[in-house]
């Protein structure tokens, strides 16, 4: 439609309703009138507030046209689904605002950008479908007088709003400072909610709901509510960007100070080996599946690492505990078998007699069956004379249960150290035995064989049997 014919359609619609109704036209300024509709989506324009508007829909950009060929002012009214693309005259709220457009700009892609005022609430009477767009007929709604007494009373609502939208400002930079300006300006606590509600990012139906709380003192009550809503949310918004940007400084920080340290080698002619070294085990440490306690250890000993000069004394000392944490099988477990039958067809197939001892490892497992993980599993004590098959039926009993099997041979040994293991700050510290045969069994469930414990000795060192009894004590 031209903007010539919009005319025309709009000029007969109002003689339509003007003759059906000798009270639509505005005599004195206080009368019902008719205006085209602005219809609203996303956001809603409040009395005395400027607000940019960008309009697409096609009835909006009609009732634009025609407007702009009679008095530049439409009506601004809240559709009540803005999903709803094909809107009737019964989508939209009751309450709306009579605008008037203070500058037009069409854009490249068909959409018009608009710059309005608000005027005064009007409430809609009546929605005229015509074709191509839609007019309402509105009365005014005027607020309540306020005297001077009602201002003051209001006064301590007002400072507290204008102290949380001033906050409010300070956390959203895109409010702009004009707008707190503009709020410091306000006279009354009405305008003073008008202008506050119109910078808020609540949605649609709570600023409609604003828009149609008449009284000001409630409405500015209500909008203290929504904007302290508001203001926790960017609050909590600048918590996060305050961690993030510490964590991107400290990060960028590191980097820095790593590159100068790198460069600083190249120019002794150090090479960058430890730098090779630490990155390998951090790609470990990340592919590794260690539990929380022992990650959080390996990545404090992995920056210590980072930081130390190349020729520092504790590097191996530090890189062959890292090494020992990564490869411990902290999650590696195999699953039992616990079929009897199976475990005496193995015992039978790899051991001729020993019948009381293989009772014996039947009625453990039995136990466990039964059990489950009620119960610290017991330790099983095999005596007899070299020969006898002591250590073969240790490996029989993993095989029966499908575990892996490791033996430990502490005969002889006079060192506690050996069980317990090192301190790091020898050198050439290592784990103790039962971490050790762990490691090499790749699981942290297998069938440890503790052979010649009759053999243990003991000197100034320590009492390496009393280091056992700690390690097998249930």
Avoid at 182 to 196: F, K, V
Avoid at 309 to 330: C, G, K, N, Q
Wanted: hydrophobic share 40%; aromatic share 4%.
């Amino acid at each position: 439609m031209t903007n010539a014919s919009s005319g025309i359609a709009w000029i007969d619609t109002l003689a339509r309703v003007s003759d059906a109704s000798a009270d639509l036209a505005r005599a004195d300024g206080d009368g019902p009138a008719l205006y085209p509709v602005l219809q609203l989506r996303s956001d809603l324009v409040f009395p005395r507030m400027v607000t940019p508007l960008m309009v697409g829909r096609e009835e909006s950009l009609i009732a634009i046209e025609v407007a702009m060929d009679q008095d530049h002012v439409l009506v601004a009214v809240g559709q009540r689904d803005p999903s709803d693309q094909a809107p009737s005259s019964e989508d939209f709220y009751s309450v709306g605002v009579e605008v008037k457009i203070l500058r037009q700009l069409r854009m490249p892609d068909g959409s018009t950008s608009i710059l309005v005022q608000g005027r005064e609430r009007v409430k809609v009477v009546q929605m005229v479908e015509e074709g191509s767009f839609l007019s309402a007929v509105v009365e005014t709604i005027w607020e309540p007088t306020q005297d001077s007494s009602v201002i003051s009373g209001a006064e301590p609502l007002m400072r507290a709003a204008l102290k949380m939208f001033e906050r409010c400002v300070v956390l959203n930079p895109a409010l702009g400072d004009e707008a707190y300006v503009a709020a410091l300006n306000a006279s009354d606590p009405g305008w003073l909610a008008d202008l506050i509600a119109s910078a808020l990012s609540a949605d649609l139906a709570a600023k409609q709901e604003i828009l149609e709380t008449f009284d000001p003192l409630e409405r500015l009550q209500r909008v203290t509510v929504l904007l302290g809503r508001d203001l926790d949310l960017l609050e909590l918004e600048a918590r996060i960007r305050s961690r993030v940007q510490d964590e991107l400084d400290k990060s960028q920080r590191e980097y820095f100070l790593r590159e100068q340290l790198r460069a600083i080698q190249r120019e002794l002619g150090e090479s960058d080996e430890q730098g090779r070294e630490v990155a390998d085990l951090r790609h470990k440490l990340q592919v590794a599946d260690l539990p929380p306690l022992a990650r959080a250890k390996a990545e404090e000993e992995l920056r210590r690492l980072s930081t130390m000069p190349p020729f520092a004394p504790e590097i191996s000392m530090v890189r062959t505990y890292l090494e020992w944490l990564i490869d411990l099988p902290w999650r590696q477990a195999t699953e039992d078998n616990m079929d009897l039958q199976h475990a005496a067809s193995v015992l039978a197939e790899n051991h001729y007699g020993l019948q009381e001892a293989k009772d014996r490892i039947l009625e453990h497992i039995a136990v466990r069956k039964l059990a489950g993980d009620k119960m610290r599993t017991p330790i099983l004590c095999l005596v007899g004379p070299p020969g006898t098959g002591k250590t073969s039926m240790g490996r029989s009993v993993a095989q029966a249960l499908g575990r892996m099997f490791v033996r430990v041979s502490i005969g002889g040994v006079r060192d506690e150290a050996e069980i317990r293991g090192h301190r790091r700050t020898y050198v050439g510290s290592m784990p103790g035995r039962i971490i050790q045969a762990m490691r090499t069994a790749g699981t942290v469930n297998p069938v440890v064989m503790l052979d010649e414990v009759d053999k243990l000795g003991q000197d100034v060192r320590g009492d390496p049997s009393a280091a056992l009894l700690e390690v097998l004590d249930p």
